[in-house]
């Protein structure tokens, strides 16, 4: 399969980032947003094109999806490690490129209606490129070095767009928090890729990932601390990975990350820059599962279990509209990681696997449109409180229609996409562990539930009284919409276990009804009871929340997570390590060189009188100098 | 006269003609005529060499021997290979970035660019210089001209700072001196003649005790100019009292000569001293490494941030240096030259920001980016590439040194790895501090909503800073191979 030029999917939003970045006081804004447009255009056309050539033309070799790679040489540092970059095409790789393609391209069309007006309009679009070519090339990358380039530039493109409204101080503290934060985990990710290169001599996927390669059959051979290093490594990837994932504890930059723009929320912050952890999961799958017969895997399952239960709880008691969002793409990605947990690696018993790329893909959808919908409303109503909201749909109509059906979706029922991608996470949970299981379908609720709690109190419930009448939102902002909606319906059918497995044979998935109408049940519960809590004004939500009394409070204040790390921050390191050292720099290391002068000086003012200018004194110390060397001398000669 | 000398001599030329000009129009005229001819003989360097580098085999090329004083046996004997090219590049670059930077100095301009030439004559001499003599002259005849330029048109309490700097400077330059003469005289230990030449004592054998006494010596001599911890505090100092162009030239160019030095000199001459003490000055640097990038954190002075900041990234050059392997060793040259383009482009923007502002203090500013929008991105990009952002040339030298410093298998440099991979972390802290307050965030002063956009040449400057730093970061193989080419000779003598 010719792949190279798939190569242009990278280039064309850097071409369209640099063109916009450099002449940017020189294009008009109307024009800046069709060349973004255009450009991203370009790329999904190519993306789809890719896909059909690699999944029904030429992608198969006896059965099994092939990877192709193309590749070359940015930087060596020994004879055997060396940096390249490249483009590495396989299931995963394909599939995320339809992600970011088709969710990229809706947010630059929705962004030409949002975004309208806006001073920094073309700058806008500028990062939106740059991001898109960063996550371009973490999709595509051939080794882990490649993935840590470009991770650490969706990073700060993501610093960038969430610092968007730069002039507000609540954005630029959000913005650094998100950059610090994953940049603390990518700590951890790079000292793993410092081990592997060290451990296994390469860098590159298909040979570490290669079940019968040397770097997992060797996974013994070093250990420390009574693990192999290599899953001391995976740990720290999956660290740097749970970092950009907003898995428990790391997540607490995510929440605040809505301080952006809502349509860089929708793109970065819902459906492809927060799922490249799992992405990365998902790409060292092989090592993952065979280095220490799948050690890390379980920290990668209760991790994301956890995080899952955790955000999901956390979503009830919000009170915006993107922050309830927020907690629900945590929890949802908490999903995919505990799939990718349980999951085995051969036929069937790689369903988890599946699910998850699967649940990755119909979660793009779905959970962009929920905020781009959200964007659509905060656009009319000028907030992100449900207090300001209330009886939306008369005067929302298609806003209203595509968020009931992305609220459906992710709740669960059937048969929009979310219901089969759940259906098939839960049925690998549930052959795993009981306990994972458990609290698979308890999230399954708790999302219903808040989900709904969301669209009746934005679109039913008693109707705020707005200073403008709240409109419909144009239809630059409204197609995408519908758009996703559309796929939000029908992605679910796409056979995903033939395309995208482990072991990239591909097996035929089935329906489990018990499961299934188990899961459905429990989402349809958590509907009904929005609808009794929500939907027409009154005190039973709020009689609840008393009954749970400090749980209450707790939740609602996200467990002081994020005073716990001010209290790190601030108190800690700023207080307890950083001015202690700046004091100690000034005080001591400065005033021991300082001592060391003034001594000097003293010094030299105490012996000057020796420099008196009376011959006398002269001759006296040259004699006496003379005795002493004589001596010396005398001393020397005779040992 | 040789292709190499003419580095020398063109400054000593344009100084010469500086004398003769009136006023500063003429000064910096001649001055940026001197620089862009010196960044061409760089460049034209740069291709020579490499021509060269194909067909000649040796360590050192366009070498020239010239006997000096017979009876010490002492030459002037110069030569390049890819790490001296590479800095010679460097320091063209920002002495011309200099020039422009320093485009509205109306106090003694003359002597001013004289100075500054003075300095980067020295840097240049020491750089194509490979007798030890020799490079000692140019090295004192480049710190010199620092007294003088913080002294005379510095800021705030200069002659306390100009007079730090010095002093601390030369108490490192007596312990060099004193172990520059203990390899002279240790350099007949195979039954040749005494010599300074770098190459003929790199074929001796010098006792081990020797070695291990000269080789702290030399070590400290030079790493207190590249601010080794705890002899770093000459330079927040000197930095803050120092001109724009003295900081970048010497916190760009000068700080260069101590990680260059230590790697031309100690590793290459003293290879045994090198093994014998590298746990020793391991823990210093990679302490200064964090505790630069902690005491960076707390500043309020952006020249104190930017000079802490040389504190932690020069101390990665260091660090890397005593890895002792050819990746690390890699990094450590291509961080000097990473940190010097970056570190210049800083101190070019501080200078800038200053000069609009009259203030340093980021608490007392805010919302820049609102106000002079090109010299604050150009900030922000600079803070990124120095955060090691990919793309940049920081994280080329980084991953190099983290890669290379990743080889040692032992505990103890596993330890000190991790402890200075770290600093990724509080970098991005305090670099994204300083973003925060001061270009972010509402303006904070009405009078700052009328400050006046980067002239021409300010502009000029800082680009010419800029495109190395993307250059490097973006297409690293030919410059890092090369790099590595040079570094394979002085490998042998650590393995």
């Known amino acids: 399969m010719n792949i190279s030029y798939l190569f242009l999917i990278p280039l064309i939003p850097l071409a369209v980032f640099l063109v916009l970045g450099i002449f940017n006081k020189k294009i008009k804004p109307a024009i800046s947003g069709w060349i973004g447009v255009a450009g991203l ?176 059959a060797n996974w013994a051979s070093t250990s420390f601390m009574g693990l192999s290093v290599l899953t001391w490594a995976l740990i720290l990837i999956f660290m740097g990975g749970a970092g950009k994932s907003a898995m428990f504890p790391l997540h607490i930059w995510l929440p605040d990350a809505m301080e952006g723009p809502t349509p860089v929320s929708a793109l970065i912050h819902a459906a492809t820059m927060v799922v490249a952890g799992v992405y990365l999961v998902a790409r060292l799958f092989p090592m993952y599962y065979f280095v220490e017969e799948g050690y890390v895997l379980n920290i990668v399952a209760y991790v994301g279990a956890f995080s899952s239960l955790f955000a999901a709880i956390i979503a009830i008691t919000q009170t915006d509209i993107k922050r309830v969002l927020a907690f629900s793409t945590m929890s949802q990605i908490g999903y995919m990681m505990m799939a990718l947990g349980v999951s085995g690696f051969d036929g069937h018993e790689g369903v988890g696997y599946m699910a998850s790329m699967f649940h990755l893909f119909t979660h793009a959808m779905f959970k962009a449109l929920l905020f781009l919908g959200a964007g659509s409303v905060i656009h009319a109503v000028h907030s992100n409180y449900l207090k300001d909201m209330g009886g939306l749909r008369k005067h929302m109509p298609i806003t209203n229609i595509t968020f009931l059906i992305a609220a459906l979706a992710i709740a669960g029922v059937p048969p929009l996409a979310g219901f ?16 994972l299981y458990s609290i698979g379908i308890l999230v399954a609720g708790l999302t219903a539930f808040y989900m709904f709690r969301l669209y009746f109190g934005i679109f039913w419930g008693k109707e705020t009284t707005y200073a403008h009448k709240p409109k419909e939102s144009p239809r630059s902002m409204t197609i995408p919409l519908v758009i996703l909606a559309i796929f939000s319906v029908v992605v679910g059918f796409i056979p995903f276990s033939e395309y995208v497995t482990a072991d990239k044979l591909g097996f035929v998935a089935h329906l489990n009804y018990p499961l299934a109408a188990t899961a459905v049940l429990i989402g349809l519960i958590g509907i009904i009871l929005a609808w009794i809590f929500y939907k027409k004004e009154n005190d039973l939500a709020e009689r609840f929340a008393r009954a749970f009394g400090v749980f209450y409070l707790w939740a609602s204040n996200k467990f002081y997570f994020d005073e716990l790390y001010l209290f790190i921050t601030r108190k800690l390191i700023f207080k307890r390590i950083s001015a202690p050292i700046a004091y100690f720099d000034k005080k001591f290391v400065d005033g021991t060189m300082e001592g060391i002068g003034n001594k000097t000086l003293v010094v030299a003012n105490k012996i000057k009188g020796i420099q008196s200018g009376k011959v006398q004194d002269y001759a006296f110390g040259f004699i006496s100098g003379i005795v002493v060397l004589t001596i010396v001398f005398i001393y020397l000669w005779t040992n | 006269m040789d292709i190499l000398s003419l580095f020398v001599v063109l400054p000593v030329l344009v100084i010469i003609a500086l004398v003769f000009t009136k006023g500063l129009k003429q000064a910096r005229q001649i001055a940026m005529l001197g620089s862009i001819i010196q960044l061409g003989m760089a460049i034209n360097l740069l291709f020579a060499y490499l021509k060269e580098q194909s067909i000649n085999d040796s360590i050192f090329v366009f070498t020239r021997d010239i006997v000096w004083f017979e009876e010490l046996n002492i030459h002037y004997n110069i030569g390049v290979d890819g790490i001296s090219v590479a800095l010679i590049l460097l320091t063209s670059i920002i002495v011309l970035a200099g020039v422009f930077i320093s485009w509205k100095t109306y106090d003694l301009p003359k002597e001013f660019f004289v100075s500054l030439l003075v300095l980067a004559t020295g840097v240049y001499g020491f750089f194509i210089s490979i007798d030890l003599f020799t490079m000692f002259l140019f090295y004192e005849i480049a710190v010199i001209p620092m007294y003088l330029l913080i002294g005379i048109w510095g800021s705030g309490p200069k002659e306390y700072s100009a007079m730090k700097l010095t002093l601390m400077l030369m108490g490192a330059s007596a312990l060099l001196l004193v172990g520059i003469l203990g390899i002279y005289f240790n350099s007949n230990a195979d039954g040749g003649p005494l010599t300074f030449s770098i190459l003929e004592i790199a074929q001796v054998n010098i006792p081990f005790e020797a070695q291990k006494l000269f080789f702290p010596l030399i070590f400290i001599g030079f790493a207190v100019l590249g601010a080794l911890f705890p ?39 003293l290879p045994q001293g090198a093994l014998e003490w590298s746990w020793f000055f391991i823990i210093l640097s990679a302490t200064g490494v964090i505790y630069g990038a902690f005491a960076a954190i707390r500043q309020t002075d952006l020249k104190y941030i930017n000079a802490y900041s040389s504190v932690s990234h020069l101390g990665l050059v260091l660090f890397a240096l005593l890895m002792l392997n050819k990746t690390a060793w890699n990094g450590a040259i291509l961080q000097s030259l990473s940190h010097g383009f970056m570190t210049a482009l800083f101190f070019a923007l501080i200078g800038m920001i200053y000069t609009r502002t009259n203030t340093r203090d980021i608490t007392k500013l805010g919302g820049l980016l609102k106000v002079i929008p090109f010299i604050s991105v150009i900030y922000v990009i600079a803070g990124l590439a120095s955060l090691g952002l990919p793309g940049f040339s920081g994280f080329v030298a980084e991953m190099n040194i983290f890669v290379g410093a990743f080889q040692n298998e032992d505990m103890f440099h596993r330890v000190v790895t991790i402890i200075s991979v770290s600093a990724i972390v509080v ?20 009078s700052y909503l009328s400050l006046p956009k980067a002239t021409w040449y300010e502009t000029t400057g800082v680009l010419l800073l800029l495109l190395p730093i993307v250059g490097i970061g973006v297409a690293p193989l030919w410059l890092s191979d090369m790099i590595l080419k040079s570094l394979q000779p002085f490998l042998q003598g650590v393995l």
């Open chain 1, 41 to 216: 255009a370009a790329s999904t056309i190519l993306s789809f094109y890719g896909a059909f050539q690699y999944f029904f033309v030429t992608g198969k070799l006896d059965g099994a999806y092939q990877t192709f790679t193309e590749k070359t040489v940015w930087l060596n540092f020994t004879d055997s490690l060396h940096i390249d970059l490249g483009i590495l095409i396989d299931p995963i790789s394909i599939m995320m490129l339809i992600v970011v393609s088709t969710i990229s391209l809706m947010v630059h069309i929705y962004s030409r209606g949002y975004m309208k007006g806006d001073p920094g309009y073309t700058k806008f679009f500028a990062f939106l490129s740059l991001f898109t070519f960063s996550m371009y090339g973490l999709v595509l990358a051939t080794n882990l070095f490649q993935i840590y380039i470009f991770w650490e530039l969706v990073g700060v493109s993501s610093f960038l767009l969430i610092g968007y409204y730069y002039t507000k101080n609540s954005a630029v503290a959000a913005a650094k928090k998100a950059f610090i934060v994953t940049r603390f985990a990518d700590f951890g990710f790079l000292i793993g890729i410092l081990i592997i290169g060290f451990y296994t001599g390469t860098w590159d996927f298909e040979t570490l990932n290669n079940p019968e390669g040397a770097a997992i």
């Open chain 1, 420 to 435: 089969w991608s759940k259906d098939e996470i839960l049925v690998a949970a549930y052959e795993n562990s009981q306990f």
């Open chain 2, 231 to 269: 002899f770093h505090t000459w330079s927040p100092d000197g930095h803050a009292s120092a001109p724009t162009a003295v900081s970048m030239l010497h916190a760009g160019v000068l700080m260069k000569l101590g990680g260059y030095g230590v790697f031309r000199v100690a590793m290459f001459l």
């Open chain 2, 427 to 446: 970098t991005a802290v305090y670099i994204l501090r300083v973003v925060g307050i001061m270009l972010m965030g509402p303006v904070k002063n009405e």
